[in-house]
């Protein structure tokens, strides 16, 4: 993927307030996407996903939103907790095949 | 719940040396990938296999192979392992389902050094 290396996007949040993580997908075919959370040193942990016939779903705190005319996805925590501290990636699937990540956004959380 | 286990946690290889790195995907999962990350990288997809064949391929230099055995763990060969093949190797499992998306699982990655 096209990553910016050791340059990663950084949001830092106030401890409670809401978080919005953006991302841009390449592949207008994928039809499955997903948001993975990463500490550090640990593998990706799978967040929450969408197909493509949706444009929103929700789980526990999280929410992510569709929006397949422009290519992006975003990633909403209600009330960001410091354990909610991490690399967030977002993920599109081809069918049965590989992921392609896309670039991480480091999150912050101030307490 | 059951996950996905890699082994060695970590690894220190000379230059030229060959590794070997294992995955045992959740039980009833049939199909494993594995995936490279280097330092602030995204991890970028190498190899997966179903059902003991291989599925997909990425950018997988042609130094390294892998295999899935008849128990559905996975393994990784690297040979004549080169400086830049340091970074986490992780390795994710899902069930495939027809007609239908396949959550992949990770897991906790190997960390490989190569001096």
């Known amino acids: 993927g096209e990553s910016v290396g050791l340059h990663l996007p950084t949001l830092s949040v106030q401890e409670g307030d809401n978080s919005i993580i953006n991302c841009a997908y390449s592949?207008?075919?994928?039809?499955?996407f997903i948001w993975y959370k990463q500490e550090s040193g640990k593998g990706p942990q799978f967040i929450i996903d969408?197909?493509?016939?949706?444009d929103k779903r929700q789980g526990q705190r999280v929410t992510v939103l569709l929006n397949k005319t422009v290519k992006h996805l975003s990633l909403q925590i209600a009330a960001t907790q410091p354990g909610d501290s991490a690399v967030y990636f977002c993920a599109e699937n081809e069918y049965g095949n590989k992921l392609v990540f896309g670039a991480g956004t480091i999150l912050r959380v101030k307490s | 719940a059951a996950g996905v286990i890699q082994s060695p946690r970590h690894l220190i290889k000379e230059k030229r040396e060959t590794a070997t790195l294992k995955c045992y995907p959740i039980?009833?999962?049939?199909?494993v990938y594995w995936y490279q990350q280097g330092p602030g990288q995204d991890p970028q997809f190498l190899i997966s296999f179903y059902e003991k064949m291989q599925s997909d391929k990425g950018s997988i230099p042609d130094r390294f192979s892998a295999q899935q055995f008849s128990d559905y763990h996975s393994e990784l060969n690297m040979s004549s392992l080169e400086l830049g093949d340091s970074a986490l190797y992780f390795c994710?499992?899902?069930?495939?389902?027809?007609?239908?998306?396949?959550?992949?699982?990770f897991g906790p990655g190997t960390r490989l050094l190569v001096l």
């Open positions: 592949n207008s075919a994928s039809d499955y």
């Open positions: 969408i197909r493509s016939n949706m």
């Open positions: 994710a499992s899902s069930h495939t389902e027809l007609g239908g998306r396949e959550t992949q699982y």
């Open positions: 039980p009833r999962h049939d199909t």
